[in-house]
């Protein structure tokens, strides 16, 4: 990220996060507030993609009121209430919480570095709204076979792809810690092969190793010749015509990419994601008499609600059920 400040004109500005400058509402409240809205992206707020929707969702909103001459200091929970009615009418209550949730982190920020005097979206409620379902797509057994079996594993690349995807559905990896992957995190103790993964927040999560798993990433290890290059990435890019591997990792998008690539070879619905096999791992876990508090102690789940929503074991109806449907 590149922060530009200027000491003298106490000129700030995050023109690198999504082409973002401040806005006027900060601006027009003076240095404090500039170097307080300024913290609370770079240093109160980690990740990069909750950086990003936090940052359109208070930009959307401080804008709305500028437009109304609000000044920061003068906005109330009656203006934060008003401005949650009105994203209603076009968006999902889901959006809406994560809009009112920004606005109360930012506000109990600036109230803390003693901007503002209180937080005017702390009394406002959101929209009601209970997910029990996730909407992830989920591959069962015969279409997670497919797709496996349809990827051409005599070249190194096909390799590699088979064992990314492997890593993500048998130890319910989320695409961001398998690109974060160095070849050390692959290791085998006592007979035993583990995966290091390093998930949301910095945590370091330690996963046994499937045997389906560890086949794959054996295999693509032996042919990329890279077990001694331990501090670099696992997952690499690929240059020369797809046929040889850099030293780069693969970013996320480009493992979505691959997705696609391959769910359309294999002919699968495109709905498919990187979060398919995190999702077809859980599900086919327990349908085979896996627990759900183990299911999220394996997804490094804080909470056994957010394992559920991956679970589609009561989705799949078997044919001979719908055939007792008979006129």
């Not at 401040?22 to 003076?30: F, K, M, N, R, V």
């Not at 591959?139 to 070249?155: G, K, M, Q, R, V």
């Not at 070849?183 to 390093?198: M, R």
Request: glycine share 6%.
């Amino acid at each position: 990220m590149n922060l530009v400040t200027n000491s003298e004109s106490k000129d700030y500005s995050l023109n690198s996060i999504s082409g973002f400058v401040l806005p006027a509402l900060i601006s027009d409240a003076g240095e404090s507030a500039e170097k307080r809205f300024i913290e609370f992206f770079t240093a109160n707020i980690r990740n990069a993609n909750t950086r990003k929707a936090y940052l359109r969702s208070i930009n959307q909103f401080l804008e709305w009121c500028n437009n109304i001459q609000l000044t920061l200091e003068q906005i109330e929970p009656v203006n934060v209430s008003a401005y949650i009615e009105l994203l209603l009418i076009h968006r999902s209550p889901a959006t809406v919480k994560q809009h009112l949730a920004a606005l109360k982190m930012l506000f109990d920020y600036l109230v803390v570095g003693q901007v503002i005097p209180f937080n005017p979206a702390s009394a406002v409620r959101g929209p009601k709204h209970k997910v029990k379902k996730g909407k992830t797509p989920v591959l069962f057994a015969e279409d997670a076979n497919l797709l496996f079996d349809s990827i051409d594993t005599s070249s190194v690349i096909g390799l590699r792809d088979k064992a990314i995807l492997s890593v993500m559905t048998y130890s319910f990896a989320r695409v961001g810690a398998v690109t974060k992957m160095k070849v050390k995190d692959y290791y085998t103790q006592n007979t035993k092969a583990w995966f290091i993964l390093h998930e949301k927040g910095g945590k370091e999560h330690r996963v046994p190793g499937h045997h389906k798993a560890t086949e794959s990433v054996e295999a693509y290890l032996d042919a990329a010749g890279i077990r001694s290059e331990r501090d670099l990435p696992l997952f690499r890019t690929s240059g020369g015509r797809g046929r040889e591997l850099t030293t780069l990792p693969l970013s996320t998008l480009a493992v979505w990419q691959m997705i696609k690539r391959r769910a359309k070879q294999a002919g699968l619905p495109e709905e498919i994601c990187c979060h398919t096999f995190r999702a077809t791992g859980i599900t086919n876990y327990l349908q085979n008499g896996g627990t759900i508090e183990t299911a999220a102690q394996i997804a490094a789940h804080e909470s056994t609600r957010t394992t559920q929503l991956y679970n589609r074991v009561n989705e799949e109806v078997d044919l001979g059920e719908i055939e007792k449907i008979r006129f």
